[in-house]
């Protein structure tokens, strides 16, 4: 860990969408395109891996959530597989979708918590 950076403080940062340094300046500068440079203490987000985990840990909390309730819906109505799809598949796309930048930026915090850059990933 980096001196005072906690796992806690980086993920409500990065829950937040902001810089896990500072607190303060915004995390993102597109959808889910980390910003270089943070707008308030200069610190460089970009150096935090955070390409895959994001989506993964997204589709199993997602994951988690929505399908005991797929099996509720489907034991409690049996509807028609056409209805189960028309209903099911926009609401988890929509769900992942908003889900993931939140995700993202607690990846983000939990990297800078425990100094991990894309550096010394690859090591």
Known sequence: MNGNNSIKTG?????????PHCGEGHLFRGFLKVREHCEV????????PADDAPPY???????????PFVFVVERAWAPA??????????????????????MKGAVIGI???NGVTRATARQ
């Open 81 to 102: 597989l056409w209805l189960t799809f028309a209903i099911w598949v926009p609401l988890i796309v929509a769900i992942t979708l908003a889900t993931l930048p939140f």
């Open 41 to 48: 203490c200069g610190a460089d987000n970009s150096v935090y």
């Open 11 to 19: 993920i409500v940062r990065g829950l937040r969408l902001r810089c």
């Open 57 to 67: 840990l997204t589709l199993l909390l997602i994951g988690h959530l929505v399908v």
């Open 111 to 113: 990297a800078w918590a």
